[in-house]
């Protein structure tokens, strides 16, 4: 008997994404790919035996992943299909009286009179009733409790999904539903689809703001009030966000800075490139998102370590390039680990061909 299930990756990285699944599932392999960035693959191993194993295994590559328990067809008219993929999860069975869940919808294609939230609230308030206790993974389920806030009033501390936490899952492609059902941690991530999460909010100076937050969230970095050191700052989205969290930023970069970063009090801009940069002092917090070859980036980052308190968080992007991915990775982590210990490494949601990377510095070995 085979099993199947819809991934999400890097669509330049899927082949890394499938090499991490092969790893845990020898036999594993690719049977179609249902969007951009979405395939969909088969193995002999049950759900509760593949998806824990990969889990453990914490892979880089693979951001999502569901179980395709049922596959429905679809008419794309509210009246008909709703019906059904309520049907699907009763049929699931996952949910029961007592336990927390959150129901997640992915509408891709044309045609459709209802939208993914629709799913969401009617499979969502069926499951409550039920018994079940709805949790939120956005302020946009709030609604099933009559709420309709907007997602910036609700800042990234306040999402309240826990690991055990269970999902039922629905992925709407054209004419054909796939659903399944898991947990928070077993799915890799709290969302599946994490772009529509960011999309809502307001974004000051760039896109890559997102990729911080979702390091923020995602990586659960505490920011303490301190010193923060961002290389390659321009144009200032990073900076931003770390001083509207409290930090007292030092914003490297030649290049300007947007007026909404420039501008705020605890930001200072030095006009430098970060290979010129001679930083004085301490450094509570140290992120880097350069556009530059990965063991370029790498070397700054080394040469920079000794101005950052042991035991102090470093975020960066590993621009991975084109030809040899994993390879870049590994052989970025290994010159890492010279002065910093690597506590996460994964492709998010809102990097392209690049990691994101969570460093903690490691105070140096002794001498014998």
């Known amino acids: 008997m085979s099993y199947q299930y819809i991934a999400v990756a890097t669509p330049e990285l899927q082949r890394c994404a499938l090499a991490e699944m092969s790893a845990v599932a020898p036999g594993l392999h690719w049977l179609a790919n249902l969007e951009q960035g979405t395939f969909l693959v ?190 390659g700052a321009a144009p200032g989205g990073w900076a931003k966000v770390l001083a509207d969290r409290g930090l007292h930023v030092t914003a490297v970069d030649p290049a300007t800075l947007d007026l909404k970063a420039a501008d705020l009090p605890n930001v200072i801009h030095i006009r430098q490139r970060a290979e010129e940069f001679a930083p004085t002092g301490v450094y509570d917090l140290l992120v880097n998102d350069m556009v530059l070859p990965a063991d370029r980036s790498a070397a700054i980052m080394l040469h920079t370590a000794p101005h950052l308190k042991y035991g102090a968080s470093a975020i960066m992007t590993i621009k991975l390039g084109y030809h040899t991915p994993c390879d870049t990775l590994q052989q970025t982590l290994a010159t890492l680990g010279s002065a910093f210990e690597v506590v996460h490494a994964k492709c998010l949601f809102h990097n392209r061909q690049e990691a994101t990377v969570m460093l903690r510095r490691a105070r140096p070995e002794p001498e014998l």
Request: aromatic share 8%.
């Open 42 to 231: 088969e193995t002999a191993q049950k759900e509760d035996v593949f998806l824990p194993a990969l889990a453990r295994a914490e892979p880089v590559f693979v951001k999502h992943i569901m179980p395709a328990q049922r596959r429905v067809p679809l008419a794309r008219r509210k009246v008909d299909d709703l019906p059904i993929l309520l049907r699907v999860a009763q049929d699931l069975g996952a949910v029961r009286a007592g336990d927390h869940f959150t129901v997640q919808c992915r509408r891709v294609g044309k045609g459709f009179d209802y939208t993914a939230k629709d799913v969401e609230v009617l499979v969502g308030m069926a499951l409550e009733a039920c018994g079940a206790t709805p949790v939120f993974c956005d302020t946009d389920l709030r609604p099933l409790r009559g709420q309709s806030p907007t997602i910036d009033q609700y800042p990234d501390s306040e999402l309240i999904l826990e690991d055990w936490h269970k999902v039922v899952f629905y992925y709407l492609l054209g004419d054909t539903a796939y659903a399944g059902a898991s947990t928070i941690v077993l799915s890799l991530n709290e969302h599946c689809d994490e772009n529509r999460v960011f999309a809502r909010r307001s974004r000051d100076v760039c896109r890559s703001e997102f990729k911080l937050l979702e390091a923020l969230r995602r990586f659960k970095v505490d920011l303490a009030p301190g010193r923060a050191l961002d290389l």
